[in-house]
């Protein structure tokens, strides 16, 4: 009989967690699309993403704001004086014990005790120091006097070593002895270091079996040991700097009284002396302040301090200001400590959520270095964009596009019975299936074909068409909020041409004080700028040259536009602005329509404002060239577009 095996199941720390689902880009990717297109560049846009962070991640700016909050509740809650109340506190009860005790004794000894606990400096550290050598009446008086120089030996320690102070809850003499030579061993290794000794290795190793309980860390050579001593050494003399004067020269003093062994404090003191000299890149100098009413000691200083310098390169790290910063910089084991599990987890998705934009392809290198959409993501941005159209449009009624009986057609995806006269091929499988159903359900033998049964493959006669689609990039698109409308006007339309009729050929045309020809990710990249003129006469010129090389293709003309022409092209190539209008260019802007009719293209305007003169001028193009002028609001420009688009294409 074989015994089941055993598994065991634990989080994945391997890795990327293999079973956890793929990182769906399209919303961070509309969100930097809208960036794009309303004028940041691409890089810009990705930053600004992460600094916002997504619909389930917090983003960088609000781990900020936690890191500060966190940095401000250390200092606004505490204060550094915490061993010196504790001190002055076990002083007191033990000073009050001991003249208890001494009270009912009638000897000249006890009067003389008395005499000499009166005769106390007032200050802790001199206290503290005076009574070495008394000999103690009661025993809470000298426990407490004990305690005193014991708490003192283990915040000594704490404050330089992590963990030392729980680890020496309950000190020995043997302990004392263990510690100082430790330290003193410490010493003699940094020392070793300092002086480039050939044998340093060895001697670390031997150091580490010796005394490696007293270093969690777990420091692989000397020069982690140095970093990690250094770090909490230098976060120690910070606590010290932010004391007043009169709490630090109280310390000091009281140093002495560590364990009741002025070795430790000597020991100590040349500890700091070789860390400043071998790591003087520390921060040794600087201080804080701390102003709340929860006292902490030595030891639980020198961590706020060491809490307050991680939180500080966090908040440089989250800032990502530096050349060449990357989310991967970010210490997530510093941030979960610092903010808890929750920030690591958005940490990482951000970390992930720029990985994944970057190695999918999103984004590419102009001609120029600069960084820009790639294709991929313009479909993306494109699918988007048409879906929001096709949401706009839908309710609408339409024209079905018009069917056609020749073999040139398109299937659509669908049959219908064969009648006299239909050149469309078979739908074999359903013409089979026609003939087997019929002869089952008369009770026939053997599957004879009747010409009731064939369907024929449905098809749809699309023409080819030539599209230019003119749209205005004068300062008022911006100025006006119709600069992000516009360009997802112009996304949906080549995303709909280059995926439901790809022999269409769609040009796209800007103007401004210039008009020219642009690919899409130009114009999805193209920031706003101050220009004076809006030169639809050129615009025209470049849609009839575009509508000249498809003479084979059905003419569509589509502009966009908020303002009437105020500049034409000359004929040596400088463009002429003027406003109010000169004559001249709305008399070549026109006689451009009148070409255009002449092509067969009808002009549809997409009039954005309710500028009279510039109604007036639009509706009179649409009355030269036989079309119409269509004034949608911001929200509805790219189901007009679309929706016109189609509607002239079926026509």
């Given at each position: 009989m074989t015994t089941p095996e055993s598994y065991s199941y634990g989080p994945w720390h391997d890795g990327p967690d293999p079973l956890a689902p793929p990182i769906d880009l399209r919303d961070a990717l509309d969100e930097i699309g809208q960036d794009v297109m309303g004028g940041s560049s691409p890089r810009s846009a990705l930053e600004e993403l992460l600094r916002r962070g997504t619909r389930n991640t917090a983003g960088l700016d609000e781990l900020t704001r936690r890191v500060w909050q966190r940095r401000s509740q250390?200092?606004?809650?505490?204060?550094?004086?915490?061993?010196?109340?504790?001190?002055?506190?076990?002083?007191?009860?033990?000073?009050?014990?001991?003249?208890?005790?001494?009270?009912?004794?009638?000897?000249?000894?006890?009067?003389?005790?008395?005499?000499?606990?009166?005769?106390?400096?007032?200050?802790?550290?001199?206290?503290?120091?005076?009574?070495?050598?008394?000999?103690?009446?009661?025993?809470?008086?000298?426990?407490?006097?004990?305690?005193?120089?014991?708490?003192?030996?283990?915040?000594?320690?704490?404050?330089?070593?992590?963990?030392?102070?729980?680890?020496?809850?309950?000190?020995?003499?043997?302990?004392?002895?263990?510690?100082?030579?430790?330290?003193?061993?410490?010493n003699e290794l940094l020392d070793a270091h300092a002086r480039h000794s050939p044998d340093v290795d060895e001697r670390f190793e031997e150091f580490m079996r010796q005394h490696g309980e007293f270093f969690p860390e777990n420091p692989q050579n000397v020069d982690e040991l140095i970093d990690a001593l250094a770090e909490r050494a230098a976060a120690a003399q910070r606590m010290m700097n932010s004391m007043s004067e009169e709490q630090r020269n109280e310390l000091m003093s009281l140093a002495q009284q560590a364990f009741g062994d002025p070795r430790i404090a000597q020991q100590l003191s040349q500890l700091d002396a070789q860390l400043r000299a071998l790591r003087p890149g520390e921060d040794w100098t600087s201080s804080a302040r701390f102003r709340g009413r929860n006292p902490l000691g030595m030891g639980e200083g020198a961590q706020a301090m060491q809490d307050l310098a991680e939180l500080d390169a966090l908040a440089e790290q989250l800032a990502q200001s530096y050349p060449g910063a990357r989310l991967e910089d970010i210490d997530l084991e510093a941030l979960e400590r610092q903010l808890g599990p929750d920030a690591g987890v958005d940490a990482r998705r951000l970390s992930e959520l720029e990985r994944e934009l970057r190695r999918q392809g999103l984004f590419e290198r102009a001609p120029d270095g600069s960084l820009r959409l790639s294709p991929k993501a313009l479909r993306r941005l494109g699918e988007t964009a048409l879906a929001d159209v096709v949401n706009a449009l839908r309710g609408k009624t339409g024209q079905r596009e018009q069917e056609s009986a020749g073999a040139a057609g398109e299937p659509t995806g669908a049959s219908r019975p064969w009648q006299f006269g239909d050149m469309q091929p078979w739908d074999t499988s359903r013409t089979v299936r026609n003939a087997v159903l019929r002869t089952a359900s008369v009770g026939g033998g053997r599957v004879r074909l009747d010409v009731s049964d064939v369907e024929v493959v449905e098809t749809e006669h699309r023409s080819r068409a030539a599209v230019a689609l003119l749209v205005d990039t004068s300062w008022s698109m911006v100025q006006e909020g119709r600069w992000l409308p516009m360009k997802r006007t112009a996304l949906a339309l080549h995303q709909l041409i280059s995926t439901r009729f790809r022999n269409d050929a769609l040009q796209l045309i800007t103007f401004g004080r210039y008009a020219a020809a642009v690919e899409l990710a130009e114009l999805v990249g193209l920031e706003g700028a101050w220009e004076q003129g809006t030169n639809a006469h050129h615009a025209l010129l470049l849609a009839g040259r575009h509508l000249r090389r498809h003479p084979d293709a059905q003419p569509v003309v589509l502009m966009v536009t908020d303002g009437e022409p105020t500049a034409h092209l000359e004929p040596d190539g400088e463009a002429v602005f003027d406003y109010p209008p000169q004559p001249q260019t709305l008399y070549r802007t026109v006689s451009e329509v009148d070409r255009l009719a002449k092509l067969g293209a009808s002009l549809t305007v997409f009039r954005l404002g309710d500028d009279p003169r510039l109604e007036a001028f639009v509706d009179l193009l649409a009355r030269r060239s036989g079309g119409r002028v269509v004034a949608p609001d911001l929200d509805g420009l790219g189901a007009a577009v679309v929706g016109d688009y189609l509607r002239t294409r079926r026509r």
């Open positions: 250390i200092q606004r809650r505490n204060n550094l004086d915490g061993t010196l109340q504790e001190v002055q506190r076990l002083l007191n009860e033990a000073l009050d014990a001991e003249r208890r005790a001494l009270f009912p004794d009638p000897s000249d000894d006890a009067r003389l005790a008395e005499a000499e606990l009166d005769a106390l400096p007032p200050g802790t550290a001199a206290a503290v120091r005076e009574l070495t050598d008394y000999q103690w009446r009661s025993e809470q008086g000298r426990e407490n006097y004990e305690k005193i120089q014991d708490l003192l030996g283990r915040e000594m320690l704490e404050s330089r070593f992590q963990g030392m102070k729980e680890a020496l809850r309950n000190t020995s003499q043997e302990d004392v002895e263990r510690v100082n030579q430790m330290l003193s061993d410490l």
